[in-house]
């Protein structure tokens, strides 16, 4: 993207907008002019492969472009497993939720040791509430 931001910027072309959609890996949108000013913003940036044959609508982008703030439901001592980075697949419990960065502490329970870990809210899936498997844990007693 910093390729064809810095050719559009250097040869002074009519492009109005780049995008990297968020849903969709390996693909940039621009918003040109023409397809001739298109072509000339992506000429000779390593990894590119080319241009779609047609313009999409933007009817058929919209929904990866507006992101919908969504309200998540992590509350502390909550139950969850790790769905991305070094720790994927681990189970680990909330220790502290900071929703103003988006992020959580957890601590693993598979870790002889617990040590706190931050990661983001969105690459934790909460399995189950402390609260509604307490009462199963002093049943098993």
């Given amino acids: 993207m910093d390729f064809i931001t810095s050719n559009v910027k250097k040869k002074k072309l009519p492009v109005f907008s780049v995008i990297r959609p968020h849903g969709m890996r390996g693909y940039i949108f621009l918003e040109a002019f023409d397809r001739q000013s298109a072509e000339q913003s992506a000429f000779n940036v390593p990894y590119a492969r080319g241009l779609l044959p047609k313009e999409i609508a933007y009817a058929e982008i919209e929904?990866?472009?507006?992101?919908?703030?969504?309200?998540?439901?992590?509350?502390?001592?909550?139950?969850?497993?790790?769905?991305?980075?070094?720790?994927?697949?681990?189970?680990?419990?909330?220790?502290?939720?900071?929703?103003?960065?988006?992020?959580?502490?957890?601590?693993?329970?598979?870790?002889?040791?617990?040590?706190?870990?931050?990661?983001?809210?969105?690459?934790?899936?909460?399995?189950?509430?402390e609260t509604e498997s307490a009462p199963d844990e002093k049943e098993e007693v």
Wanted: charged share 35%.
């Fill in 63 to 129: 929904h990866m472009l507006e992101q919908v703030k969504r309200e998540v439901d992590i509350r502390k001592n909550d139950i969850v497993e790790i769905i991305s980075g070094p720790f994927k697949r681990e189970q680990a419990k909330i220790t502290r939720v900071d929703k103003a960065k988006e992020e959580v502490v957890v601590e693993l329970l598979g870790a002889a040791v617990p040590i706190p870990i931050t990661v983001k809210i969105d690459a934790v899936k909460v399995i189950r509430r």
